[in-house]
């Protein structure tokens, strides 16, 4: 990209070189036009001068005006119209001159930048036009160009969306295969009456309902997944405690928590912090956070939720001091279907979907999250405006758009 841009920059300094044709063309254009100005001149003359022969008030009138010129300025150079005539003539002329040849030479730019243009358009999408001109065809080729940059962003764009869909349905149908083949298989053992006993039967039809059950959670997870990624979802806006909540959910998962040997505390140098948000969500991304800390966070013995305010944004951080996530992974956890866990094996994890689901409901917040991990925490820092800078439309119905009624 370096090098692409350098040459980039090279370009744009360029002037348009005209070719030997060209010159030529504008030669001819510069010959032909001066044959015509002189024949006009010639033509002006000697309609001139027959007017004033035909015209003695005129001739007089002329007489008087070059004899009162020479007396006042005390030169002859009035009494000899051509003295006078000639030089008019002659500005004339080189402004016309110039003129033309400016204008065939600005065609000869556009011709210059209409090639460029088609070259581009063959598919050549990291070429510039790379004349520096001035003018209006100046501004031409930076809107030009502006114009191919963000077309081809738009490219790169479509690109990634289309590998996302891949990857999409790639790990879409790796998720749902794997259970979907077991339940095929013990189911196909009922059916072919392939069960010693109803001890064998039970199982296998427990085994299918489990698996079963995963499957309904990776499309209960993507369907909200789809939906809170949409930019025009509609979120449900109201004033709660945000200590209050964190307080509740804590609460909640405090007997989930006694089994795994996890405490779980609450932080928090303010007694209330009011704030706009969607509890709903909200509750959903802290539920996320604190599956995470249990399927992922080995060993651990303490989950801290930390909240404060600073300035306009409310700051949540949720820390468990479990094993360490590798550095490598930190960028990728908020990735869709990424797990640590490579194996992508349901009995230790999840749908992958977690994460991704508490960032875009974070981002629908206006706020924004991101993970830091080292030997002694690993951490989840949430911002969130204290105030919502959600317009009013996209509060309503988000019950209806986002768990519909079936």
Do not use: C
């Amino acid at each position: 990209m370096q090098n692409k841009s350098k040459q980039r920059s090279v370009e744009k300094k360029k002037r348009i070189t005209l070719t030997s044709k060209e010159i030529s063309e504008l030669l001819a254009e510069g010959i032909v036009t001066i044959i015509l100005l002189l024949l006009i001149n010639v033509a002006v003359l000697v309609v001139l001068t027959s007017i004033i022969k035909n015209s003695p008030s005129l001739e007089n009138a002329i007489w008087d005006s070059k004899n009162i010129f020479a007396r006042r300025l005390d030169s002859d150079f009035f009494w000899n119209g051509r003295n006078f005539i000639l030089p008019l003539f002659l500005l004339i002329d080189a402004g016309v001159l110039y003129w033309r040849l400016i204008r065939r030479y600005r065609q000869m730019q556009l011709r210059h930048i209409i090639s460029e243009l088609h070259y581009i358009a063959n598919g050549n999408y990291d070429h510039r036009i790379p004349f520096e001109l001035s003018g209006d065809l100046s501004r031409v080729v930076s809107s030009i160009n502006g114009l191919v940059d963000s077309t081809v962003a738009a490219i790169e764009d479509e690109r990634k969306i289309e590998k996302s869909k891949d990857e999409l349905i790639t790990n879409v149908s790796h998720d749902i295969r794997t259970p979907l083949t077991s339940i095929i298989g013990y189911l196909g053992l009922i059916e072919d009456g392939q069960y010693q006993s109803k001890e064998d039967l039970l199982k296998y039809t427990h085994t299918a309902f489990v698996k079963a059950k995963q499957m309904k959670s990776l499309v209960d997870d993507l369907f909200e997944y789809t939906k809170v990624r949409q930019p025009s979802v509609p979120i449900n806006i109201t004033s709660f405690d945000m200590i209050q909540l964190v307080e509740q959910l804590a609460a909640d998962f405090e007997l989930e928590a006694k089994k795994k040997n996890i405490t779980i505390e609450v932080s928090s140098p303010k007694e209330q912090l009011i704030m706009d948000g969607d509890t709903e969500k909200i509750v959903r991304v802290f539920n996320n956070l604190f599956t995470n800390a249990f399927k992922y966070g080995k060993d651990a013995t303490k989950i801290v939720i930390e909240v404060d305010q600073v300035g306009t944004e409310a700051i949540i951080i949720v820390k468990n001091n479990g094993a360490m996530i590798p550095k490598q992974a930190l960028d990728s956890l908020f990735d869709r279907f990424y797990r640590v866990e490579e194996s992508r094996n349901q009995a230790t994890g999840g749908t992958g979907l977690g994460l991704a689901i508490t960032q875009s409901i974070v981002a629908l917040h206006g706020g924004y999250i991101y993970a830091k991990s080292n030997a002694k925490w690993t951490s989840f820092i949430i911002h969130l405006p204290v105030k919502s800078n959600i317009s009013p439309t996209a509060r309503n119905n988000a019950d209806d758009y986002l768990y519909p009624k079936n």
